[in-house]
T-cell receptor, first 108, second 113 residues
Framework: RKEVEQDPGPFNVPEGATVAFNCTYS??????FFWYRQDCRKEPKLLMS???SGNEDGRFTAQLNRASQYISLLIRDSKLSDSATYLC?????????FGQGTILTVHP | EAGVVQSPRYKIIEKKQPVAFWCNPI?????LYWYLQNLGQGPELLIR????????DSQLPKDRFSAERLKGVDSTLKIQPAELGDSAVYLC???????????FGPGTRLTVT
């Protein structure tokens, strides 16, 4: 079993939709969690950091459930520009482990 | 503020040849990481430096891969000899310290033929 697992998708949603991704982790020692966005042939860019129960930034909300060992990312009012791969990662003693990413396509 | 700089951006070599990648982290960032990313996968850590010390190189294939960060700033990752399976994107990232948020460079796309 991989340490961090994500549904690879793809998720295809219309503009304005709300979409949620889940990410599960197996290492209970994981301390911090991150969501990165990666556009095709580009580097991952930090979207949100999750240190406690959750974080919200505009249309994006991340939630952490330590009991069930999962992190979620909710995107409200999806834009065409949200189309990308979303990577979930968890750190344990400085080592960041990523899931394989979830592909999101927002269509008109 | 300048981001993480990597060069070259693209490299095509024949198998068994050596190759080197260079990374300059964000100014003031003490921790530097090298990752490998295959198509359709998330980045996988190869090595982590705290200043000039390699504190986690457990995933680095030491028979052919080597890395250095001599003055605690720039870093070089080398592969010698390269194999076909080494074709991937090599990403460098940096953070203020081991617990900080990581910021990635644009990566080097390596193709081994």
């Amino acid at each position: 079993r991989k340490e961090v697992e994500q549904d690879p998708g793809p998720f295809n949603v219309p503009e304005g939709a709300t979409v949620a991704f889940n990410c599960t982790y197996s290492n209970s020692a994981s301390q911090s969690f991150f969501w990165y966005r990666q556009d095709c042939r580009k580097e991952p860019k930090l979207l949100m950091s999750v240190y406690s129960s959750g974080n919200e930034d505009g249309r994006f909300t991340a939630q952490l459930n330590r009991a069930s060992q999962y992190i979620s990312l909710l995107i409200r009012d999806s834009k065409l520009s949200d189309s990308a791969t979303y990577l979930c990662g968890g750190t344990s003693y400085g080592k960041l482990t990523f899931g394989q990413g979830t592909i999101l396509t927002v269509h008109p | 503020e300048a981001g993480v700089v990597q060069s070259p951006r693209y490299k095509i070599i024949e198998k068994k040849q050596p190759v080197a990648f260079w990374c300059n982290p964000i100014s003031g960032h003490n921790t530097l990481y090298w990752y490998l990313q295959n198509l359709g996968q998330g980045p996988e850590l190869l090595i982590r430096y705290e200043n000039e010390e390699a504190v986690d190189d457990s995933q680095l294939p030491k028979d052919r891969f080597s890395a250095e960060r001599l003055k605690g700033v720039d870093s070089t990752l080398k592969i010698q000899p390269a194999e076909l399976g080494d074709s991937a994107v090599y990403l460098c990232a940096s953070s203020l310290d081991w617990a900080g948020e990581q910021y990635f460079g644009p990566g080097t796309r390596l193709t081994v033929t």
